[in-house]
């Protein structure tokens, strides 16, 4: 066996090449934001410069997008009925950039009132609130669920056209 020391350009070309091979199995699954790549590949111990090298060279090749992260991210978590609140605050906090973030919220072009209406629907029924005590509860609901005060306001609100009594 050859035990002899490889050259450390060779061992740092190894690294560099392990280093994208992760990153590129982690993209492989599922968008991630820069942030996020860099979180999960500093776990593995891979030096801080040659994670942002590998990290801005599939940005480069268009592997990774943060505008494409917020677009799927925001999407996935509408469909799951969440409010616009939630999902802004879930994407600054996997370091999406708020200029990214509006784009990818305006690019859902949801009726957020009418989800929080039905997010609302699919909880509690069909029915509107019968006390405040009821109203309170689903108005928590909905604020955890990241609707603002007046989707909230519209969701439970008695509704005068008669949908509510079908």
């Known amino acids: 066996m050859n035990w002899q020391r490889k050259p450390e350009s060779a061992e740092k ?9 992760l990153a ?4 492989a699954r599922r968008e991630h934001s820069r942030q996020e790549l860099t979180d999960k590949l500093g776990r593995r111990n891979i030096e801080s410069s040659m994670l942002e090298s590998v990290i801005d060279r599939l940005s480069a090749e268009g592997l990774q997008s943060d505008g ?14 969440q409010g616009p609140v939630r999902i802004r605050m879930e994407l600054g906090q ?13 690019a859902l072009a ?12 699919r ?8 006390s405040y ?3 309170a509860r689903q108005s928590r609901f909905l604020q955890h669920r990241g609707f603002s ?3 909230i306001r519209a969701a439970t609100a008695m509704e005068d056209d008669g949908q509510d009594q079908q």
């Open 13 to 21: 070309a190894l690294d560099e090449a392990n280093a994208r091979r």
């Open 24 to 27: 590129m199995n982690l993209l």
């Open 68 to 81: 494409r992260f917020a677009e799927s991210y925001s999407h996935s978590r509408m469909q799951r009925g």
């Open 94 to 106: 996997r370091g999406v950039s708020a200029a990214l973030i509006e784009t990818a919220i305006a």
């Open 110 to 121: 949801v009726n957020w009132r009418d989800l929080a209406r039905d997010v609302r629907r």
């Open 123 to 130: 909880k509690f029924g069909s029915g509107a609130p019968g």
């Open 133 to 135: 005590k009821d109203k």
């Open 149 to 151: 005060h007046d989707q």
